[in-house]
């Protein structure tokens, strides 16, 4: 037996000896990914509902029982068309009562008229005794009174009269009320009533229908996210889809983006109006959209990956390629950005924070300038702010800021962060009708990265000036030039190869270690691959 174990151990010894002296060299995994040329879309998504551009709600202005109906769900309506009708007996029994008290206010006009006569005629004969002195003088007074209180109770009764015939108007129109006539052209989407049901309209005028004007324009009341609000447009072109038709897209275009935040559950949207046509009338109001927004497209362009430009080698990274690791600068900024869009300009409006002198002197981005990199929230109230500014006010910042950078270059100290700049002008001010016909126009997307090529098994990173970006690929707007060691590098063009990712020893064993039980038992030595 003990044999047998000594047998075993030896057994166990050779084979570790094995596979420990057999062990095979680590060779690094090198995925790639190639440049394409093709179109880029920066887009937002947002859901909403559709509507009709124009919706009335038809009410009925007067109690009572609805005795026809004469229009239902889908009637095509025209103006002055009866579409229903409330029961009118209690109306034409209100016409006949007023009828009467306007009747008989005229006969108190007419008997009241012949009592003024009389005391008229009653005074004169007083004033005649009264001057022949065959009355006394308080007779005389008596009779001006009667001929005063009669002319006042004959104005009264006219009052009467007026205010029964306005009684009877009233009726009359109460009365052609309870015929219900469509006020536009247009369908019939909604019907809330039927024959038979009491309808109350003491506090406001119930809902009996609701027409939409024309069914061939809807719109999309989308909800978009306040991180995206600030890029909406109006005539940025929309695509969206509905779930009756999953397998269509249909056409619009951005026409209003509404002021009034909505808030629910601590999320803060904007409703955006998305106009739509629909001349086959395949949309039908209520449906849901799910809408993509087109902010900015760039057609037939050069596209890097994005996980090429997100590839990021490390010292473990150049040892499994045995080569050692270059010295590399910080990324420059290509010659084809414009410091005003790329976000320069929000320094100079804040005094040079982080980049240099506030009128112009601020090095943009990592590696850009000594001022080291911009705080992305002051870039994004910097954009907010550009874009809500005039052309004119644009114009204006862009002189002083083209101002300062000649006072910097002179040796002026630039002006003081917090000197006092010129008096906006007030929205109401600018001429324009609407808010949104004062949203500047999207600043043009500018920035760089570095991009890293293989060549004879050797990396070499190319800085690269990028543009719009869909979140998959990105715009090359300029082809590269060698950053690493001089070696001459091609421009990049449609089918170049770029590394996106290259595996490492401590990558493999961390993962190996991961996927491996602590339970199970390990052979052989640790950099073994398996």
Same mark, same amino acid.
């Given at each position: 037996?003990?044999?047998?174990?000594?047998?075993?151990?030896?057994?166990?010894?050779?084979?570790?000896?094995?596979?420990?002296?057999?062990?095979?060299?680590?060779?690094?995994? $090198?995925?790639?990914?190639?440049?394409?040329?093709?179109?880029?879309?920066?887009?937002?998504?947002?859901?909403?509902?559709?509507?009709?551009?124009?919706?009335?709600?038809?009410?009925?202005?007067?109690?009572?029982?609805?005795?026809?109906?004469?229009?239902?769900?889908?009637?095509?309506?025209?103006?002055?068309?009866?579409? @229903?009708?409330?029961?009118?007996?209690?109306?034409?029994?209100?016409?006949?009562?007023? !009828?009467?008290?306007?009747?008989?206010?005229?006969?108190?006009?007419?008997?009241?008229?012949?009592?003024?006569?009389?005391? !008229?005629?009653?005074?004169?004969?007083?004033?005649?005794?009264?001057?022949?002195?065959?009355?006394?003088?308080?007779?005389?007074?008596?009779?001006?009174?009667?001929?005063?209180?009669?002319?006042?109770? =004959?104005?009264?009764?006219?009052?009467?009269?007026?205010?029964?015939?306005?009684?009877?108007?009233?009726?009359?129109?109460?009365?052609?009320?309870?015929?219900?006539?469509?006020? $536009?052209?247009?369908?019939?989407?909604?019907?809330?009533?039927?024959?038979?049901?009491?309808?109350?309209?003491?506090?406001?005028?119930?809902?009996?229908?609701?027409?939409?004007?024309? =069914?061939?324009? %809807? +719109?999309?009341?989308?909800?978009?996210?306040?991180?995206?609000?600030?890029?909406?447009?109006?005539?940025?072109?929309?695509?969206?889809?509905?779930?009756?038709?999953?397998?269509?897209?249909?056409?619009?275009?951005?026409?209003?983006?509404?002021?009034?935040?909505?808030?629910?559950?601590?999320?803060?949207?904007?409703?955006?109006?998305?106009?739509? #046509?629909?001349?086959?009338?395949?949309?039908? #109001?209520?449906?849901?959209?799910?809408?993509?927004?087109? $902010?900015?497209?760039?057609?037939?362009?050069? +596209?890097?990956?994005?996980?090429?430009?997100?590839? !990021?080698?490390?010292?473990?990274?150049?040892? @499994?390629?045995?080569?050692?690791?270059?010295?590399?600068?910080?990324?420059?900024?290509?010659?084809?950005?414009?410091?005003?869009?790329?976000?320069?300009?929000?320094? @100079?409006?804040?005094?040079?924070? !982080?980049?240099?002198?506030?009128?112009?002197?601020?090095?943009? *981005?990592?590696?850009?300038?000594?001022?080291?990199?911009?705080? #992305?929230?002051?870039?994004?109230?910097?954009?907010?702010? %550009?874009?809500? %500014?005039?052309?004119?006010?644009?114009?204006?910042?862009?002189?002083?800021?083209?101002?300062?950078?000649?006072?910097?270059?002179?040796?002026?100290?630039?002006?003081?962060?917090?000197?006092?700049?010129?008096?906006?002008?007030?929205?109401?001010?600018?001429?324009?009708?609407?808010?949104?016909?004062?949203?500047?126009?999207?600043?043009?997307? +500018?920035?760089?990265? +570095?991009?890293?090529?293989?060549?004879?098994?050797?990396?070499?990173?190319?800085?690269?000036?990028?543009?719009?970006?869909?979140?998959?690929?990105?715009?090359?707007?300029?082809?590269?030039?060698?950053?690493?060691? *001089?070696?001459?590098?091609?421009?990049?063009?449609?089918?170049?190869?770029?590394?996106?990712?290259?595996?490492?020893?401590?990558?493999?064993?961390?993962?190996?270690?991961?996927?491996?039980?602590?339970?199970? #038992?390990?052979?052989?030595?640790?950099?073994?691959?398996?």
């Amino acid at each position: 037996m003990k044999y047998l174990l000594l047998g075993l151990t030896l057994a166990a010894a050779g084979a570790w000896w094995y596979y420990a002296s057999e062990a095979p060299e680590f060779v690094p995994e $090198i995925r790639s990914v190639e440049v394409t040329r093709g179109d880029i879309v920066e887009s937002v998504a947002a859901t909403g509902a559709l509507e009709a551009v124009t919706t009335v709600q038809i009410g009925s202005q007067v109690s009572g029982i609805i005795q026809a109906l004469h229009a239902d769900f889908n009637s095509i309506v025209r103006d002055g068309d009866v579409i @229903a009708r409330l029961d009118p007996s209690l109306f034409e029994t209100q016409i006949e009562q007023a !009828r009467a008290n306007l009747l008989r206010a005229e006969a108190d006009v007419e008997r009241l008229v012949v009592a003024v006569d009389d005391a !008229r005629t009653q005074h004169e004969r007083s004033v005649e005794l009264a001057a022949q002195e065959l009355i006394s003088q308080t007779e005389l007074e008596t009779a001006e009174v009667n001929v005063r209180s009669a002319t006042a109770q =004959l104005r009264s009764a006219e009052a009467q009269v007026i205010q029964a015939r306005a009684s009877l108007n009233q009726n009359e129109v109460n009365l052609e009320h309870t015929v219900i006539r469509a006020p $536009i052209d247009g369908i019939v989407i909604s019907r809330l009533v039927d024959v038979g049901q009491t309808v109350a309209a003491s506090l406001q005028a119930p809902e009996l229908f609701v027409i939409a004007a024309d =069914l061939t324009e %809807m +719109r999309v009341i989308a909800n978009v996210d306040e991180s995206d609000v600030g890029r909406i447009r109006p005539e940025q072109r929309v695509s969206f889809v509905v779930d009756a038709y999953p397998d269509e897209t249909f056409a619009g275009t951005v026409s209003q983006i509404r002021l009034e935040p909505i808030v629910q559950q601590n999320v803060v949207t904007y409703a955006t109006v998305i106009d739509a #046509p629909n001349l086959d009338l395949k949309l039908k #109001p209520g449906m849901t959209a799910t809408a993509t927004i087109e $902010i900015a497209r760039r057609d037939d362009v050069v +596209r890097v990956p994005n996980a090429a430009l997100r590839f !990021r080698p490390t010292a473990e990274t150049f040892m @499994a390629l045995n080569q050692p690791a270059p010295e590399l600068p910080a990324v420059t900024s290509p010659e084809a950005i414009d410091p005003a869009v790329a976000g320069g300009e929000q320094f @100079a409006a804040a005094g040079g924070a !982080r980049g240099g002198p506030g009128e112009g002197g601020f090095a943009f *981005g990592v590696g850009f300038g000594a001022g080291g990199p911009p705080d #992305p929230e002051d870039m994004r109230r910097f954009r907010e702010r %550009m874009q809500q %500014m005039s052309p004119e006010e644009r114009e204006r910042f862009r002189e002083r800021r083209r101002a300062g950078r000649g006072r910097a270059a002179a040796g002026a100290p630039a002006r003081p962060a917090n000197a006092a700049s010129e008096p906006s002008v007030p929205a109401v001010a600018r001429g324009a009708t609407t808010i949104d016909a004062l949203f500047g126009p999207l600043p043009e997307p +500018r920035s760089s990265g +570095r991009v890293w090529l293989l060549d004879e098994g050797r990396l070499h990173a190319v800085d690269v000036g990028l543009g719009l970006t869909d979140g998959t690929s990105t715009e090359l707007v300029r082809p590269g030039s060698d950053a690493s060691d *001089g070696h001459a590098v091609p421009a990049l063009a449609a089918g170049t190869t770029l590394v996106s990712f290259i595996s490492t020893p401590e990558a493999g064993a961390a993962a190996r270690s991961t996927a491996t039980s602590p339970l199970m #038992p390990r052979f052989g030595p640790p950099g073994r691959r398996r």
